[in-house]
């Protein structure tokens, strides 16, 4: 396999916990169209697509007067309100995102819209550290489809295969599989047995580091410190050859 040369990370639920915040905008729409009594989707099965496949959904299977553009507005303004407001990135990404973007080039490939991605790269000077952000705005077919990835890989001016994804759902996972690229599964949204189809699946922000900066773990460090069962270290199911 070819020597690593970039790194491109999903948002929601990688960069920032956001699937609360998502689920809360969708259900506060919801609410304010009148729907909350009469909703016959479930949110849980829309995470790592995208928002116009949600509001798709919902207006082929409810009879609301809204359009399709008045619901992602509304949904994209709010998500940009809750974000501003909880500023909810993980403990452990700001500091992995820099130490990560002195070896490799980052790109950011989110199936979130352009406006609300830009919030999240403000947080903490995130946007300093990442050469390219591909959003669902910029590309037609969004996860599971390989799109967003590939069209990363084209702007950081490197070959799909050279990339490592990180992710955190199913339709991530396999979006950086088609798009031929090694994904680091993080078990922040889904169990890590869900997970299994990634090249890693991993608990923390410390294993991802681990695995791209050909980091070995301290001997005293166990499992258990970082909050996980002494079971359960990093799956690496296959070698990953990290370039220098
Ligand atoms: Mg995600």
Same mark, same amino acid.
């Given at each position: ?62 009879d ?21 407001r909880?500023?909810?990135l ?6 992995? /995102?820099?130490r990560?973007?002195?070896? $490799? %080039?980052? +790109?950011?490939? *989110?199936?979130?819209?352009?406006? #609300? ?10 946007n ?29 001016n490197v ?23 090694? /994904? ?5 949204? $889904? %169990?890590? +047995?869900?997970? *299994?189809?990634?090249?890693?699946? #991993? ?42």
């Amino acid at each position: 396999m070819q020597d690593l040369e970039a790194v491109i990370f999903d948002m929601d639920g990688v960069i920032v916990n956001s699937e609360p915040c998502h689920e809360r905008a969708f259900l506060d729409v919801i609410e304010e169209i009148g729907y909350t009594n009469k909703l016959r989707l479930r949110f849980s099965d829309y995470i790592g697509r995208t928002d116009q496949e949600l509001w798709a959904d919902f207006l082929a299977s409810h009879d609301a007067k809204n359009s399709f553009d008045d619901l992602m507005a509304r949904k994209r303004q709010r998500m940009i309100d809750i974000i501003r407001r909880d500023q909810p990135l993980f403990d452990g990404v700001p500091a992995l /995102v820099e130490r990560l973007s002195a070896r $490799y %080039p980052l +790109a950011l490939a *989110s199936g979130s819209e352009r406006p #609300v991605v830009e919030e999240v790269m403000k947080l903490k000077g995130l946007n300093g550290f990442f050469s390219a952000v591909v959003t669902s705005s910029e590309v037609v077919h969004g996860k599971p489809a390989p799109d967003t990835f590939l069209r990363s890989a084209e702007l950081l001016n490197v070959s799909p295969q050279a990339c490592c994804v990180i992710e955190d759902s199913k339709p991530g996972i396999r979006a950086g599989l088609a798009a031929g690229m090694q /994904v680091i599964a993080i078990a922040n949204t $889904y %169990p890590a +047995a869900e997970l *299994s189809q990634a090249t890693f699946v #991993v608990h923390t922000y410390q294993e991802i580091a681990q695995l791209l900066l050909d980091l070995h773990p301290p001997a005293t460090s166990t499992s258990a410190e970082a909050g996980l069962p002494l079971s359960a270290p990093p799956c690496v199911k296959k070698g990953l050859n990290a370039s220098g």
